[in-house]
């Protein structure tokens, strides 16, 4: 598009298979009706010019779907999908989604990637992940549950947490290589608390919560509560 700021709005559902969308106008376009990218094996979104947001809701299905571009890309309503999400280019990436479970993987390269504060806990669902790389980030600004899922680092990205929100680990969930569950629990909080986590410390962790199991030392949950 190169004729100015639109909303594109209705009540049907606008598919977007493997020519992806993409913003060559300085404006920023807002989609207002559901978007599907899920009925091709591979799809994108390129904010180029100008900033994209997706208001009413995102399905990818099981495909890959790649952000690209220097400008903000905004999902402003529910993602759903088991497919990956793929973050490159500079531009931010704002995930505030009103699903309170979210079963894809994401795959970050590049730029800041934002889980907004929408007032509801959100959940990554058993199985999903999300790999910050290079020189990504990932904010994380709602309270946020990794359910059997997992949040890997590596040591040039940066993973936050904003002040006074939670991130929970329970049902084998990680922040780390594989699950971590019982006495593993008590390790990583105590590392976290002492910023020895490495490539999966939570900037800003100060107060660690250990859900106690049935055996001794057997922790079945970790919650890190910044301050």
């Known amino acids: 598009n190169t004729a100015g700021a639109f909303v594109f709005g209705g009540v049907g559902t606008l598919s977007i298979k493997t020519g992806g969308l993409t913003n060559n106008d300085a404006q920023t376009q807002t989609f207002n009706n559901a978007t599907n990218f899920g009925l091709t094996a591979t799809s994108f979104i390129n904010a180029a010019s100008g900033g994209l947001t ?3 809701g995102v399905s990818i299905g099981t495909a890959t779907l790649t952000l690209d571009g220097a400008n903000a890309i905004t999902f402003g309503s529910t993602l759903t999908g088991s497919g990956t999400i793929v973050k490159n280019g500079a531009g931010a990436f704002n995930l505030a989604s009103t699903a309170t479970a979210i079963g894809a993987d994401f795959t970050l390269n590049a730029g800041t990637t934002t889980l907004v504060a929408t007032g509801a806990t959100q959940t990554l669902s058993s199985g999903a992940s999300v790999a910050v790389n290079g020189t990504a980030s990932f904010a994380i600004n709602e309270n946020l549950t ?11 990205a940066a993973l936050t947490l904003a002040a006074g929100k939670t991130l929970t680990v329970q049902n084998g969930g990680a922040l780390s290589e594989g699950g971590t569950q019982g006495s593993g629990h008590v390790r990583e909080a105590v590392h976290q608390l002492q910023g020895l986590a490495g490539d999966r410390q939570v900037d800003g962790a100060r107060t660690a919560l250990l859900t106690p199991g049935g055996f001794f030392f057997n ?4 919650t890190l509560v910044t301050s």
């Open 54 to 56: 997706l208001n009413g």
């Open 146 to 156: 990794l359910d059997g899922a997992q949040i890997t680092r590596a040591s040039t």
């Open 219 to 222: 922790a079945q949950g970790l």
